[in-house]
């Protein structure tokens, strides 16, 4: 084992124990610990944006909110009674059809959607790193549990066990070939897509 490793791995462990101490009765401790990792990970992502992506993420959560559609409800009815001449002693800045609101509505529109853009791809790219660490989980239990289906067969074969055999746990036992699914999974959706 590489010095790298092992360092990695007493790293691992330290974040475990200090994960462990909140202790649910509820729960197993296993799973206590994963989603620990994983508030550690997604706080890590969290607090690494830059000040660009802290910015955008400020404005994309504003400009989700309700408050911000309270805002603009309350600001386009105090234009538009203004700019009708409901108001006495207020003159008119942008008369029917309201052309300087729709031109100020849709720059608005166009830098919004630029800052949900730049929150979505950010999002995007933390999603894909997620969804590696994901696949490459599922390939390693994968390889976990055909190794040790293959060694129930060769304890169930050396006890003797006639009712082991079973045709699905010889196709099990073989390695699965991620490219060949995958391969599969698009043959069949252009069929039927």
């Known amino acids: 084992m590489t010095r790298r490793r092992r360092i990695d791995r007493a790293r691992a462990k330290q974040i475990y124990d200090t ?6 009765p509820l729960l197993a401790d296993i799973v206590e610990r994963n989603i620990g990792i994983i508030e550690v990970l997604r706080r890590k992502a969290y607090d690494s944006r830059t000040v660009q992506d802290k910015f955008a993420d400020a ?8 408050a911000f559609l309270y805002l603009h409800a309350v ?3 105090v234009w538009i009674v203004v700019n009708l001449g409901w108001v006495p002693g207020v003159p008119k800045f942008d008369a029917y059809p ?5 031109m100020s509505v849709s720059l608005e529109a166009i830098f919004l959607s630029t ?5 979505q791809n950010r999002q995007g790219a933390v ?7 994901d696949l490459q989980i599922d390939l390693l239990a994968e390889y976990e549990i055909t190794r040790m289906l293959r060694l129930v067969d060769k304890i ?12 699905e746990i010889d196709q099990l036992c073989e390695p699965v070939a991620p490219e060949v699914i995958l391969k ?5 959706q252009r069929q039927h897509g």
């Open 156 to 167: 169930a074969e050396k006890l003797g066990i006639e009712d082991a055999y079973d045709k």
């Open 75 to 77: 600001l386009f009815f």
């Open 184 to 188: 599969e999974i698009e043959l069949r």
């Open 59 to 66: 404005i994309t959560a504003f400009s989700g909110s309700m």
């Open 19 to 24: 994960l462990a101490e909140a202790s649910n």
């Open 98 to 102: 309201f052309e300087l609101l729709t």
């Open 127 to 133: 999603n894909e790193q997620r969804e590696a660490l």
């Open 115 to 119: 800052f949900v853009l730049i929150s």
